[in-house]
């Protein structure tokens, strides 16, 4: 399934930063980098759960927060894109 | 049905920085702030076409980026919140 996830992490201090840094490569490792901080992953309920504690673990959660939304398998109409790509090699996640 | 709404504005000139606040603004008038640049919106598909393309014509397309997933009505499962709570309003559109 399509899984997408969007961050806010406070970047006012170093800590804040090198948070950001940690999360935003959990997700390039992961998925598609569609916005600066969006991110579609394919994945499976196993590894949508691991990936969603790794992810937890890495933020403040009193500072920063993360949201995940489940876009089911047919995904391929229920997403649309205006203005710039990302300048990130294309595969089947991203879609336009 | 649900809509989210996430954008980059690139905002390096004074130019963008104002669109971003003109895409703010709109998306503040039409939805729910659930982070920074992400909004979740409760539309009919008549309503969906025109903010779609009242945001379209507030962005600079060369340079700024817009993405619109459709939710459908049953979106009260498919969305997770970890960490910080946005300080905005509640309704019955924000999901945590």
Redesign the interface.
Known sequence: MLV?I???V?TETSAGRKRLRKVAKKCVDHGQR?????FECLLNASQYAVL?AE??AL??????????????NNYQ??????????EFAQDSVLIF
Chains 1, 2 share one sequence.
């Open positions: 997408l969007t961050y806010d406070n569609v916005q600066n901080s969006v969603k992810l937890t933020i403040d959660p009193a500072l920063d927060s993360l949201r995940f939304y489940q876009l089911g109409t229920k997403v649309e894109h205006v203005g710039l790509h990302p």
